[in-house]
């Protein structure tokens, strides 16, 4: 939401990079997503002009949505299920391979700490234009 409207917004995965570390016996994720967005509507009339301002608000409000979303299925991952439905073995075990063969992946996987950096390209191009309402 933002002031008051709902927009729908189509989200694609444009880039991901996964980075593991491993120092002191301590595992480490660096994921780096890039998003590209698509404002579609909203459920309000919505202008056809949607402002910078107000586009870069949206955005940072999409990021953060975006990051709340991603770090509760990480402490879902970790917790809650204590697997590694992620799949983060693949990049440490490639990066890691012979202290990945000598511990319990399961085991270790839960202690490991995983930062997630995200962008957002937010495009209105293509927004439908209901009238000349100003969303400020």
């Known amino acids: 939401p933002y002031n008051g409207i709902n927009f729908t917004i189509k989200i ?5 990079k996964i980075t593991a570390s491993y120092e002191n016996g301590e595992i480490s994720f660096d994921i780096k997503m890039d998003f590209d967005a698509e404002l579609l509507y909203g459920d309000q009339k919505t202008p056809y002009n949607f402002e910078e301002t107000a586009n870069r608000e949206v955005t940072e409000i999409l990021k953060n949505m975006l990051l709340n979303e991603l770090y509760e299925a990480i ?9 590694d439905y992620l799949q983060l073995d693949d990049e440490f075990r490639i990066r890691y391979p012979e202290e990945f063969k000598n511990m319990d992946w399961h085991g270790e ?5 995983i930062m997630i950096n995200v ?18």
């Open 75 to 83: 402490e879902r991952a970790h917790a809650e299920y204590k697997c």
């Open 12 to 16: 694609e995965l444009k880039k991901r």
């Open 109 to 113: 996987f839960p202690k490991s700490e």
């Open 119 to 136: 962008s957002v390209e937010l495009n209105t191009t293509y927004m439908m234009d209901y009238g000349a309402v100003d969303v400020k």
